[in-house]
């Protein structure tokens, strides 16, 4: 082992004494400098960002049955759309699915952090409000969660920005950022088979 | 040395190369045409998807892996100054690559294969296909054995002295595209094959998309690696100087083989299939990537300028008017280079997590790999083709005021096609869609980048026609004798003393990204494994 350790420190000893009798142009050896600290910030400002702003993409690694939303607790169709949950958090459960997202229609508050979780009953699909950070793949057997916020109210387009087969063009709806103030959680209706 | 069979060999890629060029250049023009909506007629979305798969696997695959072929067996015949090994082998190469083509282009022109070029899993298209495409990258391997072992011949013959520039290039870009390969090559053999023939009944669309990213990165570097041999071995020649840095060069391109392998995950960022640290990882890799086309930049610009005051180009930037931009590979490094800049800039958002947020799988996209994979690298295919031309068919150029002005009229199609294609991503349009239909007041906004968007490929179109006409009019001259023109490469402005065994030989960096591709895909393709995940059934489309 420490053989091989030693061999190991030889080959980079080797590495470095090669690597200084090649000639390198005092402007080049400038400019490499200026390269690399130009890369230098870019990665700076993403992993600072990403370390301690939490900006990071849609990364969840969770995994359901596509195949099987419906008989699931949490993607059965009572259960879609927006709710609010027990710590006041506003959480909006959408399918995807050939040729459009399910609930066609929700209401969501502006200026408020929402939760969205997408999931495919198909093939994979892909959703962005244009002009929002409100993007993601949804790839069938996986949970997507993305978290964001919209600033300002207004009616949005939903649109599936992956091919998704001859129709992915009609696959579309819309989505209502309401002032927050105007906003009300909505009451989680009972609409399964048994009576009330 | 002789080397009529090796001029053979690659003519016979070229030709298939450019033949499969024109043919989806003008698939391109109906694809505008077909999406702004202008012509009711054209309107069919059948037609569009299967238009839109053949097009991107005719100009990502086979124009791309046939040209590199043909360039790499004539710069190994005329670099090293020695026969091409196992010439039988190249030509069982060629012909299963394009008994490949053959095979998916069947299936493609059908509308049996309308999954775009990208596969998309768990949409599953005519077993034929993946069988074809298979073919080609075999076909390929063939290729990059061949070039790897003529590599080894060379350097056992001639032990301790430094391998030309273009031929380590050349090896470097083999043993880039095995390890690129491999990722696609596991997901087309273990996951598409069996699945299409219906041997397995379920697909993990996530292990896909991961084996497909492995891919998705170095295959640019694939295609883009003879761009920059050019750049670097063809380019301070025609235009009258001298290589600023051959040590340099080589680095450059030992760092693109490298790290263009363990960063595939930025194609990744918006999927939920992959965590957030590979994801930064991978980015942060992807970063590092740009330092080999910065150190290139650098190069090859001070390559031009040694040329420019050679020829009498006085103060700051005076050396620039006195380059030849007459001469065809000058004025394409000078587009190239160009395109390169804005390419380069847009690639930045890409890579950049929350900036790529925005503009993830909308028009912004395919705006940007045009111009930096149909701008800058065909651009360089096109001048390499006009100075090998001659040379392999023993004939003059047909005309060189023409080859001129295509290469012109190439860059202003390309500048006219993606910017607005750029601002059509930054209003929110996202790819991949036959025609517009959302009823939203949004897309108004549209309406004018798209009829740029006709105009800038119609212009592309035209310059396509005029390079293939050039070509066949060369190539239909009558021989003359007393033409002999051979392939000059350029020299070195400070010949090294000695070349260190690092920068001569591949062996070393073989190891390292054997290293890093087990850090960067060893867990995030094992999870798969180790999670319960589930599989999805076959889809049609």
Sequence with gaps: ?196 | MNDAAEKKLALSHFWVAFAAFILACFMGEYQVLERSGFIPALESAPVYFASVSTHGVLMAFVLTTFFIMGFGYMVAAASLKQPVWNKPLAWIGFWVALVGVVLAAIPLLTGKASVLYTFYPPIVAHAAFYIGATLLVVGSWVWCVIMLMTFNQWKKANPGQTVPLAMFATAANAMLWLWASAGVALEVLFQLVPFSLGWISTIDPGLARTLFAWTLHPIVYFWLIPAYTAFYVFVPKQAGGYLFSDEMARIAFIVLAVFALPIGFHHLYMDPEQAQGWKLLHGIGTFVVALPTLVTGFTVIASLEIAGRLRGGKGLFGWILSLPWDNTMVLAVILSLLMLIFGGFGGIVNASYAMNAMIHNTAWVPGHFHLIFGGTTIIMYFAIAYYLWPILAGKPLFSKPMALTQLWLWFIGMVILTTPWHILGLLGQPRRISSVVYNNLLTLAWKPYELAMIFGGLVLLGSACLFIYNLVKTQLNPVSEDFAETIEFAEQYHAPASMPDYLNSLGLWNKVIAVLMAISFGFPILQFFFMKTFGSSAWGY
């Design chain 1, 1 to 196: 082992m420490q053989t091989e350790f030693s061999k190991g420190i030889n080959i980079i000893k080797d590495l470095c004494v090669q690597f200084n009798t090649i000639h390198i142009d005092p402007l080049e050896r400038k400019w490499i400098a200026i390269s690399l600290m130009i890369v230098g910030l870019f990665v700076g400002i993403i992993t600072i960002d990403a370390l301690f702003h939490g900006i990071n993409p849609p990364s969840k690694v969770e995994t359901i049955d596509s195949a099987s939303l419906h008989l699931s607790q949490e993607f059965a169709e009572d259960n879609l759309g927006v709710q609010v949950d027990d710590k006041g958090a506003v959480i909006i459960r959408m399918v995807a699915g050939r040729y459009s997202f399910f609930p066609k229609h929700v209401d969501v508050p502006a200026e408020t952090p929402l939760t969205f979780r997408w999931v495919s009953m198909d093939v994979l699909h892909g959703v962005h409000i244009p002009m929002t950070n409100m993007s993601t793949m949804i790839v069938p057997g996986y949970v997507a969660e993305i978290s964001t916020t919209f600033p300002k109210p207004g009616e949005y387009p939903l649109l599936c920005n992956e091919y998704c087969g001859l129709g992915h063009n009609h696959m579309w709806s819309n989505i209502s950022v309401i002032a927050k103030e105007d906003w009300h959680a909505p009451v989680k209706s009972h609409v399964k088979g048994e009576q009330q």
